[in-house]
DNA sequence: TCCCAGGATCAAG
DNA sequence: CTTGATCATGGG
């Protein structure tokens, strides 16, 4: 642990570097927090500063952090406050560091991912000066990156954003932290459980997702629907299973398996990604999402998820 | 006013 | 196995 060198500790504030050396490769904050990923909200922004908050080891903990250089030479500075009545300890920026490296994927070999498909796919390529460093964000909580991927069906970033923020705000735990500000974490099932759509609705302005997002809340406080079961499944396995929930198709299912669950073999088909392959790896022909997805997991593999995640974000910025 | 957004679902063909 | 209509909601 040599970045705890660095590590300052007063009672309830604590900040920390996270070094270069960590990372594989390169690494843009930036692009990375805003290439709208459903794992969960997006991050607010405050300058050169995103933010969150995560409960690490049952303590809530708010923290910021910044990209200090550009993508290839570069720190990451990390600052975080806790609950006014509890004080961090030693262990809790120890788990801090460990949640931002698995959360932002620092550990992902990305220049391995340039160098072979700068060799095997031109098309793919094309999409990589612009978007170097841009990683995979995977969620830690995977009701919450269920509940986020089916407020994303048929909804656009900024609108299934805002409403994940207000489901928060009006069903999640209230947390206040020691500089006087204060958080809402997401809600947990049993809440969502009880509500009825027509609150919900009015609250939240999900429109037609509400009925499954309550009912799926239902099913897992009826023990009904076990999320943790997925574990050591195969992805074909995980997908069936996630297909039988309502308000779950083809593309949310690849979302939460890709974002929430870990699959890297994962490439959720939209709007966005259907055009862009069937453009360019079909010559404009007509293809089912269905084939457009095999597609990617062919020839992709285990970084289907991330060539989806790059021609999403090139077909969205290029407006293909 | 119509069209679109990181679609899902159901009925028909 | 594909196509079309419908489903809320806010933004362009």
Request: glycine share 6%; aromatic share 10%; with cysteine.
């Amino acid at each position: 642990m040599t970045y705890m060198a660095d590590l300052s500790l007063s009672t309830q504030v604590f900040s920390f570097t996270i070094p270069r050396e960590i990372v594989s490769g390169p690494l843009n904050l930036t692009e990375t927090v805003l290439s709208g990923q459903t794992a969960e909200p997006e991050w607010s922004r405050e300058g050169d500063w995103f933010s969150d908050v995560e409960v690490l080891g049952g303590i809530p903990v708010k923290y910021r952090l910044s990209q200090v250089g550009d993508p290839d030479d570069f720190s990451l500075e990390v600052r975080a406050i806790t609950d006014s009545q509890i004080p961090p300890c030693e262990q809790t920026a120890v788990d801090l560091k460990s949640h931002l490296t698995h959360v932002l994927g620092l550990k992902d070999d990305l220049n391995l991912f340039y160098r072979k498909f700068r060799a095997e796919d031109n098309v793919l390529a094309v999409t990589f000066p612009n978007l170097r460093g841009l990683r995979l964000m995977r969620g830690t909580d995977l009701f919450k990156a269920l509940i986020c991927s089916i407020l994303s069906q048929n909804n656009s970033v900024r609108l299934w954003n805002r409403s994940a923020r207000l489901l928060m705000k009006h069903y999640g735990g209230r947390v206040a932290f020691v500089d006087g500000s204060h958080e809402y974490l997401f809600p947990d099932q049993e809440t969502l459980a009880r509500l009825n759509p027509r609150s919900l609705r009015s609250k939240t302005s999900i429109g037609y997702r509400a009925k499954p997002v309550i009912t799926v809340s239902r099913m897992i406080v009826n023990d009904e629907l076990d999320l943790s079961s997925l574990t050591g499944k195969s992805y074909e396995d995980a997908k069936n299973m996630l297909l039988e929930l309502p308000g779950v198709g083809p593309k949310v299912a690849d979302c939460f398996l890709l974002y929430g669950a870990r699959y890297d073999l994962a490439a959720p088909v939209d709007v966005w990604i259907h055009r862009i392959v069937s453009k360019f790896y079909f010559r404009g022909r007509k293809v089912s999402r269905m084939k457009t997805a095999a597609f990617l997991r062919e020839r992709f593999r285990e970084w289907a998820g991330y060539a989806q995640l790059y021609l999403f974000d090139y077909a969205r910025r290029e407006k293909v």
